[in-house]
T-cell receptor
């Protein structure tokens, strides 16, 4: 079946540090890949997406590249801010338009000033 | 435009009690879904609907019922609550054309004792 594996947290970084959150996946066919972010007390929000191999999704300074050869979709940001503190979820949709998103377990990120 | 709203925010039930978690959206979205979020397991799809009068099961449907009588509302019913249903429940919606972006509500934290 489909699955998503994320690096375990929690992750604590100082402000302006470089961030990487690893995500690898297992899926049949050609899934679409997503990063969602959950700020404290809120629901999930789509952060970025990539729908085919070598696509790079980007938003709010975050980037992730869809690597089919390594089945990975690592999230990166060059300089994190305190406001980036949240839980980050990697997810995939195995079929075009399929309702079922398969989520990773989430990585809690805390940025300290 | 309130987006996706959920009530209540918190609920404590005793084993065997029943209740309904409410979800409403004001974006005229055709697709609505219910997920549960458990520690170390990410989010899992319970039920979904592709339009009024149409529902289908997701990954973990047992113990839950849904119906969709209007476009706006998608309630989730727990028929006889069990401690295994202690979780955070999220409702989500999207348009039929918004294949990649689901809008999530703020969640309901349910504890079954």
């Amino acid at each position: 079946g489909n699955s998503v594996t994320q690096m375990e947290g929690p992750v604590t970084l100082s402000e302006e540090a470089f961030l990487t959150i690893n995500c690898t996946y297992t899926a049949t066919g050609y899934p679409s890949l997503f990063w969602y972010v959950q700020y404290p007390g809120e629901g999930l929000q789509l952060l970025l997406k990539a729908t085919k191999a070598d696509d790079k999704g980007s938003n709010k300074g975050f980037e992730a590249t869809y690597r089919k050869e390594t089945t990975s979709f690592h999230l990166e940001k060059g300089s994190v801010q305190v406001s980036d503190s949240a839980v980050y979820f990697c997810a995939l949709s195995a079929n075009f338009g399929n309702e079922k998103l398969t989520f990773g377990t989430g990585t809690r990120l805390t940025i300290i000033p | 435009n309130a987006g996706v709203t959920q009530t209540p925010k918190f609920q404590v039930l005793k084993t065997g009690q029943s209740m309904t978690l409410q979800c409403a959206q004001d974006m005229n979205h055709e697709y609505m879904s219910w997920y549960r979020q458990d520690p170390g397991m990410g989010l899992r799809l319970i039920h979904y609907s592709v339009g009024a009068g149409i529902t289908d099961q997701g990954e973990v449907p047992n113990g839950y019922n849904v119906s969709r009588s209007t476009t706006e509302d998608f309630p989730l019913r727990l028929l006889s609550a069990a401690p295994s249903q202690t979780s955070v429940y999220f409702c989500a919606s999207r348009t039929s054309g918004g294949l990649y972006e689901q809008y999530f509500g703020p969640g309901t934290r349910l504890t079954v004792t």
